[in-house]
């Protein structure tokens, strides 16, 4: 049973471009959540995504977008990568509603230069 | 504004003995929380989940309380060994709605 799988691992990308990120769901979880992890930092919140919708979102500007697809999966986008971009990207599966674990992959390593 | 934050940021600690992690919230008011353990370089791992109506919650060498008065979670670790040197992680959800949000975690080292 494959846990929840990110790519890519690593990315560089410059100042202005913009970058999309992939996750894949634990099996049988409907909703992803994504996070935003600076170096000796918590994960901080993105948003989080069920039914194909974004259902929550924390204190990130408009660069920061995403999208669910029909088999669950997702994509982050961010444009105009700023160097403060540069972080860990986590996302986490879990079932919709109260009470379900966070199943989170091992991330996304992006570096802006 | 709401706020996470861990006792500290680092606690070092002699094998066999037990580590307390504590974790206080401001303007929140969860129905849950939840604490996971993180190893360098990968995702966090989801170890307990405790209900505003439990005060306690056991799971082998690991306890979880919650204290929805004084807005505070303590997470112990009995018998702690070497292998349990990890940064730990207090969430509580923002809207109740799964949105969890982290602290900033303690870093954990259990010495030899």
């Known amino acids: 049973d494959a846990g929840v799988t990110q790519s890519p691992t690593h990315l560089i990308k410059t100042r202005g471009q913009q970058v999309t990120l992939r996750c894949s769901p634990k099996s049988g979880h409907d909703t992803v959540s994504w996070y935003q992890q600076a170096l000796g930092q918590g994960p901080q919140f993105i948003f989080q995504?069920?039914?194909?919708?974004?259902?929550q979102r924390g204190n990130f500007p408009d660069r920061f977008s995403g999208h669910q697809f029909p088999n669950y999966s997702s994509e982050l986008n961010v444009n105009a990568l700023l160097l403060g971009d540069s972080a860990l990207y986590l996302c986490?599966?879990?079932?919709?509603?109260?009470?379900?674990?966070?199943?989170f992959g091992n991330g996304t390593r992006l570096t802006v230069t | 504004s709401q706020k996470i934050e861990q006792n500290s940021e680092a606690l070092n600690i002699q094998e066999g003995k037990t580590a307390t992690l504590t974790c206080n919230y401001t303007n929140y008011s969860p129905a849950y929380l939840q604490w996971y353990r993180q190893d360098p370089g990968r995702g966090p791992v989801f170890l307990l989940l405790?209900?505003?109506?439990?005060k306690e919650k056991r799971k082998e060498r690991l306890k979880v309380t919650f204290d929805t008065t004084l807005k505070q979670s303590l997470f112990h670790i009995t018998a702690s060994q070497p292998a349990d040197s990890a940064t730990y992680l207090c969430a509580p959800p923002r809207n109740n709605n799964n949105d969890m949000r982290f602290g900033a975690g303690t870093r954990l080292t259990v010495k030899p």
């Open positions: 986490a599966s879990s079932f919709w509603g109260v009470y379900s674990p966070l199943h």
């Open positions: 995504y069920y039914e194909e919708e974004e259902r």
């Open positions: 405790i209900r505003e109506n439990e």
